[in-house]
């Protein structure tokens, strides 16, 4: 099984800063990673898929990259719902898997 | 508009069954496979099921083997989890969600459920 490690574990920034999140799979996933964010009480949402393309109606300010075993998850500008939970999820190889979470707080 | 709509959480005791339902609206079912991804309170997410658009694969993770079952009834655009001899561990928020591209289990969640809450407790 693929072991997806995120860190920070905890993010704290501030509205309109720049925020950078990361994922480490232990062995290369090509570019099969997926990023999700998910707010309290919701289910989690598709930000990016194939490691750097957004999701449809997914905003600019969000952007991802990597390839391989490294990966990152950017947000340019932080607004108010971005303060959340953020996953990774690798579809390369079976079963899939998710990093544990990072979560952006003010 | 992809819509997911679980039911069938509740209260159940250890060593119980439940089932889950999850109808889906708004894309043609049985081109996708459709999964079953899970929350512990205060936790990560797991993924726990999958079942190919025909039917003929299933997927369960090493976590719940032997107790949980997946199924789709393609008429109906309808997956079902079957969970037996519940375990106060599998307490969690189930979601429902779509594989993003026809035909594979090496997918991404495009769309989610709104989750449905199961709590194993005596």
């Known amino acids: 099984e693929i072991v997806m490690t995120q860190s920070p574990a905890t993010l704290s920034v501030s509205p309109g800063e720049r925020a950078t999140l990361s994922c480490r799979a232990s062995?290369?996933?090509?570019?099969?990673l997926a990023w999700y964010r998910q707010k309290p009480g919701q289910a989690p949402r598709l930000l990016i898929y194939?490691?750097?393309t957004r999701a449809t109606g997914i905003p600019a300010r969000f952007s991802g990259s990597g390839s391989g075993t490294e990966f990152a998850l950017t947000i340019a500008s932080l607004q108010s719902e971005d303060f959340a939970l953020y996953y990774c999820?690798?579809?390369?190889?079976?079963?899939?898997?998710f990093g544990g979470g990072t979560k952006v707080e003010i | 508009e992809v819509q997911l709509v679980e039911s069938g959480g509740g209260l159940v005791q250890p060593g119980g069954s439940l089932r889950l339902s999850c109808e889906a609206s708004g894309f043609t079912f049985s081109d996708y496979v459709m999964f079953w991804v899970r929350q512990a309170p205060g936790k990560g997410l797991e993924w726990v099921s999958a079942?190919?658009?025909?039917?003929?694969?299933?997927y369960i993770a090493d976590s719940v083997k032997g107790r949980f079952d997946i199924s789709r009834d393609n008429s109906k655009n309808t997956v079902y989890l079957q969970m037996n001899s519940l375990r106060a561990e599998d307490t969690a928020v189930y979601y429902c969600a779509k594989g993003a591209v026809g035909g594979t289990v090496f997918n991404w969640f495009d769309s989610w459920g709104q989750g449905t809450l199961v709590t194993v407790a005596s």
């Open positions: 999820q690798q579809y390369n190889t079976w079963p899939l898997t």
């Open positions: 194939g490691a750097s």
């Open positions: 062995q290369s996933i090509n570019s099969n």
């Open positions: 079942m190919s658009g025909t039917a003929f694969a299933t």
